[in-house]
């Protein structure tokens, strides 16, 4: 499955670039010095790196809130994810996601484009990435949200892609089986 709709969210996975999807908020991965990626840097501007440098500062399973500079948003989301290997890593990922999802209601975001967080350099197993993002972002619809109504899971390769979507159906079907909440495919 790659979209579904649970209570008032609608969840969708896609394999696209995460600059390159309309949405009110984008996530983006840091480290705790909030040192941007260069191409993303080049495509704010000066405005967020400056805003950044201000900050100084964000624990690992935490996000803080910038301007989007010059990219089509109204806010980024920096996200600092676990390295695998670190301790309490699937702890450290809930909060930051969760966080995101706060954060994005918080600034009355109605969509927010998030990536794998901690997949990839930072190298947090895919199927485990999926199930702790995943259960986060489902729980997070049973909350009042007034604001966020879409949450999109941008996945850089099939496999991600794969190991997402087997993880939503299984939560999905589990959300069906105990009758919570309101599911629609």
Known sequence: MTKVKINKVTIRLLNADLLTVP????VTPTDPNLTMEFELARRVGAEVPRELSIM???DVGSAIVTSAGRLPFKKILHAVGPRWGEGSERGKLANVTRECLRLAEEHGLHSLVMPAISTGSL???VENCALTMLTQ???????DLRALRSVL???QDP???E???????RQVEQLRQSN???VQV
């Not at 949405?23 to 984008?26: E, L, R, T, V, Y």
């Not at 972002?137 to 909350?143: A, H, L, P, Q, R």
């Not at 190991?163 to 159906?169: K, W």
């Open 159 to 161: 496999h991600s892609l």
């Open 23 to 26: 949405a009110d908020g984008i």
């Open 180 to 182: 919570e909440g309101h």
């Open 123 to 125: 190298g947090y197993p």
């Open 153 to 155: 899971l941008c996945l």
């Open 56 to 58: 100084g500062w964000c």
């Open 163 to 169: 190991a997402f979507s087997l993880e939503l159906d």
């Open 137 to 143: 972002i489902v729980d997070y619809t049973f909350e």
